[in-house]
């Protein structure tokens, strides 16, 4: 068991290190909680719960009388026990712990009184009096202490800040390893927490490298860095950095608000898609670098979307999606043949024009500026796996929005508006070499999103990006129908990856 201590000199102290526990909480954890009455069980406990909850009044009834209290609205569903009046030890077996802890986590109050017979503990945490404060002794498995060493970092790094009674609360994760959260200071507008710990990028692919340096994706906070304030320093509405600890990957950002461009019952906003794809056709008429600065005598490369990252990402269909489409692997022969038909498709793209690539423009990264107007009106917050690529590559992100449907004629209406604004701009447009870059990247896109939501079902257990399979098929039989796709297309048809649908 691996232990931390940690001194609480006040209440609000020990409400926050619920706080700091409830945040690295995840479904199976069973927390243990030691200390005389008085101790400061309560406090902590109502920390914790409130926190998931996120809600300072959320009520927090003493599991005392009923023994468990249960909140399965919760994001994470939290069972509150109290064993205090437990007759028997065995009598535990009675509580449904074990299937608590399959959907949630359990944190239990006077777990000695069940000793022998409760499920393997997470961590215990012990409070006792410590002159007018009190002392948290935590013990562990160690890769839970290793989620709550973190989770405490992040304390640290906000005290450090000048935020040391900051209410922190869950904001998100997304499909990486990053996580945010809210960073409430009083009255301001809540502050965003980006916690990015570095990335190794796990095994080792081909030619010593990778997927996530094949692919060129960022593995540190850096990047984010670089490009925010290279991005700011063209006029784009990008969020301002705050405060910044990049060897651990925390960063203290402006929080751009929550209003973004689909309408209350999530369908998009027109006239939002078209600010959107105008601020693009603006990017794409400024002249970028290759590299550019994180801190004084530090850089940051922006690579090139190769040949080898077109051709990792689009591998994902054939090595996740068409598996599970098939119920089988593709022969050797076939995934020859497969990336075959890529590698012609992708060599018309030698004469397209090439801007910087935000990478993932869509619908959760566009926060909408109500109030302003021109390149302000369009937040823009994901940005760090940027590099230097057909321009077309963010319209077909955009456009082909992997959230939310966008019927051809709205594609056609923000196609028509994209094209629009680079003709009356003072750089160079070719239309047609535009279109088909516009088909070729659409198509590579949607192949990759088919393959990376199929992996995080299977991989890591995260099956809600199931639920838009259906969109990004239909995508990417759209973006086949140009004949710059012939060679890929005639292979998916002749192989049935076309025909049919995975469903959730």
């Not at 409400?15 to 909680?33: I, Y």
């Not at 005389?36 to 003493?62: E, W």
């Not at 489409?325 to 022969?331: E, I, R």
Request: glycine fraction near 8%; charged fraction near 25%.
């Amino acid at each position: 068991m691996t232990s931390l201590v940690v001194d609480l000199p006040t209440a609000d102290d020990t409400a926050r290190l619920g706080q700091d526990v409830g945040l690295c909480l995840r479904k199976g954890d069973l927390v243990t909680l030691n200390g005389d009455l008085g101790a400061g069980k309560s406090t902590f406990a109502r920390g914790l719960i409130r926190t998931i909850a996120d809600d300072a009044d959320y009520d927090v009834p003493s599991p005392t009388f009923t023994i468990v209290q249960s909140y399965p609205e919760l994001r994470l569903p939290v069972s509150h026990v109290d064993l205090y009046r437990l007759s028997a030890a065995d009598e535990i077996d009675e509580l449904g712990l074990d299937e608590a802890l399959l959907d949630g986590a359990v944190l239990v109050e006077w777990p000695e009184r069940a000793q022998g017979f409760l499920p393997p503990v997470s961590v215990n945490i012990t409070l006792r009096d410590q002159g007018a404060g009190r002392k948290a002794t935590i013990e562990g498995q160690a890769e839970f202490i290793a989620r709550l060493e973190r989770s405490m970092l992040i304390r640290s790094f906000l005290i450090k800040a000048g935020l040391p009674h900051a209410e922190r609360r869950y904001l998100l994760g997304d499909a990486s390893a990053r996580g945010y959260e809210t960073i409430s200071t009083g009255s301001e507008t809540p502050l965003i927490l980006m916690n990015s710990p570095y990335n190794p990028g796990g095994p080792i692919l081909r030619d010593g490298k990778t997927y996530m340096q094949i692919a060129h994706l960022s593995q540190s906070v850096n990047a984010f860095v670089a490009l925010d304030r290279l991005l700011e320093s063209k006029g784009f509405r990008v969020p301002k950095i705050h405060a910044e600890d990049l060897p651990h990957g925390f960063l203290l950002i402006e929080n751009l608000g929550s209003e973004g461009i689909l309408d209350e019952a999530g369908a998009p906003v027109p006239e939002r898609y078209e600010a959107t794809v105008r601020v693009l056709a603006k990017l794409h008429q400024v002249q970028w670098p290759h590299t550019t600065s994180v801190t004084v005598g530090s850089t940051h490369r922006i690579h090139d979307f190769d040949l080898d990252a077109m051709m990792i990402e689009v591998e994902l269909l054939s090595d996740w999606y068409v598996p599970r489409k098939n119920k089988a692997p593709l022969s050797p022969d076939l995934k020859s043949s497969y990336t075959s038909a890529w590698s012609n498709v992708f060599s018309q793209l030698n004469d397209v024009e090439c801007s910087l690539l935000l990478r993932d423009v869509h619908s959760p990264n566009i926060l909408w500026q109500a109030g302003s107007v021109g390149l302000d009106s369009v937040g823009l917050i994901d940005f760090q796996d940027a590099m230097i690529g057909p321009a077309a590559y963010d319209v077909a992100s955009l456009v082909m929005d992997a959230r939310v449907t966008i019927e051809p004629g709205l594609q056609d209406f923000l196609l028509a508006a994209y094209i629009d604004e680079r003709r009356a701009g003072t750089v160079a447009f070719d239309e047609a070499n535009f279109k088909k870059a516009f088909a070729i990247m659409a198509a590579q896109r949607n192949a990759k999103i088919l393959g990376i939501f199929v992996r995080l079902d299977e991989r890591d257990g995260k099956p809600f990006y199931l639920k838009h399979l259906p969109r990004i098929q239909t995508y990417l039989e759209r973006a086949m129908g140009h004949p710059a796709l012939a060679p890929v297309k005639d292979w998916c048809d002749k192989h049935g990856i076309l025909a049919g649908r995975i469903d959730a």
